[in-house]
């Protein structure tokens, strides 16, 4: 019986550093100490949303009293929220409240990355946290960006919302050329999700992005339910560079609430 108990861990054991591996094949957090204060915009504040007994994601929720809609943001695959205030911080100037928040361990984030399916349902906790906040679904935009896009899809093909951002989207983990089947933990098949997803939805990526070329987008987009669909791709376009093109906001805003 101790021999059988003794294999069980070891075999738990080999499982949990083979997806710790794979996590690293596709994720790149840089941790934050808990004291680490952030150079907050105004209206903004942090807060953190249990997922877990002793897991918390770390988040960002920025406050526009004049506007009903709140945009919950899926980041990509490295850094922190710093990065978000760095680099995607125009975000917050779209007039939308916006939730944002960081995957596990990444910046002050606890617990560990162990696979799409708690990857999914801390997703589904976030939606559930903006719930608590007083929105209805039918005011809620969800916008995911790279790696983001996978949890942005997923919530959209199980909540009515009021519509769904995928910016530099893929089809799934394995189709995307640097990473293969190095990370069979997470498959993050957007396109499958796409199947079920009947709300309305726009997809933006760049032509000339080589990090996750534009035809993961075209999968996505052919598979789609929803009727109400468009897709922009960009010219000259890289990944993560789109959002900084003048005419990025008036899309967006064209999108959520068309003339």
């Known amino acids: 019986m101790k021999a059988k108990i003794t294999l069980l861990s070891l075999i738990i054991l080999q499982s949990c550093m083979t997806i710790s591996k794979q996590t690293k094949v596709i994720f790149e957090p840089e941790t934050l100490d808990l004291n680490y204060q952030f150079r907050l915009p105004p209206n903004t504040k942090e807060i953190f949303i249990p997922v877990e007994q002793n897991v918390a994601l770390n988040g960002l929720l920025y406050e526009n009293k004049a506007n009903d809609y709140l945009m919950i ?133 760049g032509d000339k992005d080589n990090v996750i070329t534009s035809d993961h987008s075209n999968r996505i987009f052919k598979n789609l339910k929803s009727d109400n669909k468009k897709k922009i791709i960009l010219r000259g376009g890289g990944h993560g560079d789109l959002k900084q093109r003048p005419e990025y906001q008036k899309m967006i805003n064209d999108f959520i609430d068309p003339k």
């Open 73 to 205: 943001y899926f980041q990509g695959n490295s850094k922190n929220l710093q990065n978000f205030l760095n680099n995607h911080i125009m975000v917050l100037d779209w007039g939308y409240n916006v939730l944002v928040t960081d995957y596990r361990s990444f910046g002050k984030s606890t617990g560990k990355l162990s696979g799409e399916t708690k990857m999914y349902a801390d997703a589904d906790i976030i939606f559930e946290y903006a719930l608590k906040l007083g929105y209805q679904p039918d005011n809620i935009i969800l916008y995911g960006y790279s790696m983001g896009t996978s949890m942005a899809a997923y919530l959209a093909s199980t909540r009515k919302v009021k519509g769904v951002i995928l910016e530099s989207a893929y089809s799934s983990i394995p189709e995307i050329s640097w990473v293969g089947d190095k990370a069979p933990a997470y498959k993050l098949n957007t396109a499958e999700k796409a199947k079920h997803i009947n709300i309305p939805t726009l997809l933006i990526h």
